[in-house]
């Protein structure tokens, strides 16, 4: 009954998001093209960075980046969003996180299809291209079991919400977005990529753009650490499933 609700939810919030833009879909392609266009002019054009290849480098990193924020920004709230409707019909709280983090995939899908031809016109495909959608996957567990926490955590400490936006703001200035892992001094690598979006974004370059195998032990850590938050995020929701609605602004 709630996978039907989940559905259900998403394609409206997917018909009503298109409805409100102007460029329909293609809002979604746009919104991440214009960012890489600003990156290249600023990197490229003012500051003579980036070299040859820097297109399809900002391509991989802006879309993983952008995907992973909106979702978790709007999972965070999926809960506070939804009092008026869990104060009239008990719904598990979890629904909301996932409907949130659904959507953000149905979007983010969108762009890859065209983010994949792109990188084909850019790049000559690999067999290893197969292990981008392992890397997705991994990413996929992160954003669920950050949106899963933060919806529980959020109408507890609703200042979180306008903390938020500044924090992935400076997130994506340490996630390698727009600058190359070799920029980073040596010993300092291995403190970048626990930041799990700093290494997910470098996986994503090592087997779209270098032809190279991704790290199997360092996606399997992100994804136990990602299973260990999702766990507690659903406990959580359950134990405090029937104060959420009580907690209005």
Do not use: H
Request: hydrophobic share 55%; net charge positive; charged share 15%.
């Amino acid at each position: 009954t709630y996978v039907r609700y989940i559905i259900y939810k998403v394609k409206s919030d997917l018909r009503a998001d298109v409805t409100k833009n102007y460029l329909s879909y293609f809002w979604w392609i746009l919104e991440p093209c214009l960012m890489i266009a600003v990156f290249y002019v600023v990197f490229v054009k003012l500051f003579d960075r980036g070299g040859e290849g820097f297109v399809s480098f900002l391509l991989l990193g802006v879309t993983s980046w952008m995907w992973f924020q909106s979702s978790v920004l709007s999972a965070s709230q999926s809960i506070r969003k939804a009092t008026g409707l869990t104060l009239q019909v008990y719904i598990p709280k979890y629904v909301f996180p996932f409907s949130a983090v659904l959507f953000g995939v149905f979007q983010y899908l969108f762009v890859m299809v065209v983010l994949l031809a792109l990188l084909i016109a850019l790049v000559p495909p690999t067999l290893f291209w197969f292990y981008y959608f392992l890397v997705f996957a991994v990413q996929l567990l992160l954003i669920l079991a950050l949106s899963t926490l933060l919806a529980a955590l959020v109408p507890f400490i609703p200042d979180l919400t306008k903390l938020l936006p500044s924090l992935t703001r400076m997130g994506m200035f340490v996630s390698g977005v727009f600058y190359p892992q070799s920029l980073i001094p040596k010993e300092y690598v291995e403190y970048f990529r626990y930041n799990p979006m700093a290494g997910l974004i470098m996986e994503y370059r090592k087997v779209m753009l270098d032809g190279l195998l991704p790290d199997f032990i360092y996606l399997g850590k992100v994804a136990l650490y990602s299973a260990i938050l999702l766990a507690l995020g659903l406990w959580m929701l359950k134990k405090f499933d029937r104060i959420y609605p009580r907690l209005v602004e």
